[in-house]
């Protein structure tokens, strides 16, 4: 198999001031023509700027200073910037994590595709357009001419990265990277993106560069593995050889990280006090206007949820489906349009502020990105405090339980005096949960809270959702697409379609026997089934 890709020795050097010297160092890797090949590892362990090395897309501080990239034979540290545009599309491509913010949001998904064709090519525009137009068949879109009409806003995640994949793949190229490309979406549709990635690469010979923290991923479709960790390769071979039997104590860890399909025996609490309760909560949108046809989404429709005292309920289900709507509803960061929501029998759906506020102090919510979710210009000490200073505590009272949460949720008392930027993704998301504390919530909701986190610091913060739902005793309702986070921490599941709830039953048993039809295809659809399961050093 003819070397596609050839990375040997690449050092690449950070600014002066940087935590470390090198953001890669000595990494050396072979992608072979049709061959996927998975890099894994930690935030910070180099997965990414090694793509972006391959690429020439390194911000101008980060420099290679060692080693040698070959595509196809050809060297690309010494090419030319003119030469690396030209190889970038015609015989490299790259897909990005998230398609909003790589695609151009004022340009159609054809008018984008064919940009690569117009730099690359002598194509006629009709030439150019026919060519868009078959790519984006090839890559499974519906209705493929308004796909090409369309702007980035008016289609779904799942089919923005499909039209993502199809502007890198207009071309051909030889080398596709694909920088987690699967992240942020559900597992079917995930599925569908795996399975049309293997269906390219077959067909076309191209080789695959395919960067994730997502060892259900890497089962699924790696031929080989690459191990990172802090900027070094610590571990690489065939997948089925990295998966089964690691050699190196990281990657043991990581595969040990990785949450299992099979939920763990957890205590019936039949006997507790249900706290949240909500009975045919429905949430309906409406849109045109005078001159349009009114359109009507039922983002919510009849849902009913109990949440005891001391247990942890999960929302499972695909976008779109409306389990954050429904968190959102219960948080009354929205209103509901119809039903009931209530907290230990006190129903506040329809209350004002004034008769809410009291029952905000009764419900907190963790968010799935908790940079956006703290202020940047506030201090942790200052985000802490503010929601029991507001409901009457005094300061310095205040000050003294946000450091016994902070020592809580495994972090220092001088984290008080940092500000978010200071801190990894996990501190980031353990500030917010010691945040969520602060006013003693009977309810807490978290809402996708560990979906954007590695392996390893998921399996913390879940441990610590769980140490909090039971050391306070909080009915915890678990916003989340992943059915292996699920597994590990609910004690019951509600599946969501469309707006409605299909399924919902103890976690064990749904897991060990779904009823509902589309209960039975996202299991069938989670990759990686048997990963998590053992770990064979």
């Not at 010494?78 to 015609?90: F, I, Y």
């Amino acid at each position: 198999m003819a070397d596609v890709l050839a990375v040997d020795r690449l050092t690449v050097a950070l600014p002066p001031g940087s935590d470390r010297d090198h953001a890669v160092e000595d990494v050396s890797l072979k992608v072979g023509a049709g061959e996927i090949v998975c890099v894994v590892g930690e935030s910070g362990s180099g997965k990414s700027v090694t793509a972006f090395t391959v690429m020439g897309l390194l911000p101008r501080e980060v420099k290679p200073v060692g080693g040698s990239i070959l595509l196809e034979g050809e060297e690309l540290l010494s090419a030319t910037p003119r030469r690396m545009r030209e190889l970038r599309g015609a015989r490299m491509a790259m897909i990005f994590q998230e398609p909003m913010t790589a695609l151009n949001p004022v340009k159609t998904i054809g008018d984008q595709i064919e940009e690569t064709l117009t730099v690359h090519t002598n194509m006629s525009s009709a030439e150019r357009r026919a060519r868009a137009l078959e790519t984006v068949e090839a890559v499974h879109l519906p209705d493929p001419q308004r796909i090409l009409n369309a702007y980035p806003h008016q289609l779904s995640g799942g089919q923005r990265q499909r039209a993502m994949i199809a502007g890198a793949l207009v071309l051909d190229p030889a080398l596709l990277i694909a920088d987690e490309p699967t992240t942020a979406l559900d597992v079917t549709t995930q599925a569908q993106i795996l399975k049309l990635v293997a269906e390219l690469r077959a067909r076309r010979g191209t080789g695959v560069l395919f960067i994730t923290h997502d060892f259900g991923v890497v089962a699924e479709i790696a031929h080989r593995v690459v191990v990172m960790q802090k900027g070094r390769v610590v571990e690489q071979g065939p997948a089925d050889d990295v998966l089964n039997r690691p050699q190196h104590s990281y990657t043991q860890m990581l595969i040990g990280a990785v949450p299992s399909l099979t939920p763990p025996a957890r205590a019936p609490l039949d006997a507790s006090p249900v706290v949240l309760q909500t009975k045919n909560l429905c949430k309906t949108y409406a849109s045109g206007g005078l001159f349009q046809k009114k359109h009507v989404t039922r983002a919510a429709q009849n849902v009913t949820i109990d949440v005891r005292r001391g247990e942890t309920v999960g929302i499972v289900g695909e976008s779109g489906s409306g389990k954050s709507t429904v968190a959102r509803c219960v948080a009354r960061l929205i209103d509901p349009t119809s039903g009931e929501i209530a907290i230990d029998g006190v129903d506040y759906a329809k209350a004002s502020e004034r008769v809410l506020r009291p029952q905000r102090k009764r419900m907190q919510i963790v968010f799935q990105d908790p940079y956006r979710s703290l202020n940047p210009r506030r201090t942790v000490a200052r985000s802490l405090i503010e929601a029991p200073v507001n409901f009457g505590m005094g300061e310095q009272a205040a000050l003294s339980r946000a450091r016994d949460l902070l020592a809580l949720v495994g972090l220092s008392p001088s984290a008080l005096d940092r500000y978010p930027h200071q801190f990894s993704g996990g501190q980031r998301q353990r500030i917010c949960i010691a945040r969520a504390l602060m006013v003693e919530p009977e309810v807490l909701i978290a809402d996708e809270a560990v979906s954007a986190l590695d392996v390893s610091v998921q399996a913390q913060v879940l441990k610590l959702l769980d140490d909090v739902r039971a050391r306070f005793h909080l009915a915890l309702l678990f916003i989340t697409h992943d059915l292996r986070v699920a597994a590990q921490i609910c004690d019951r599941i509600v599946v969501m379609q469309k707006g409605t709830v299909v399924e919902q039953g103890a976690t064990a048993e749904i897991f060990a026997a779904p009823q509902h039809p589309y209960t039975k295809a996202l299991f069938a659809a989670a990759p990686g089934k048997h990963i998590g399961s053992k770990v064979t050093a």
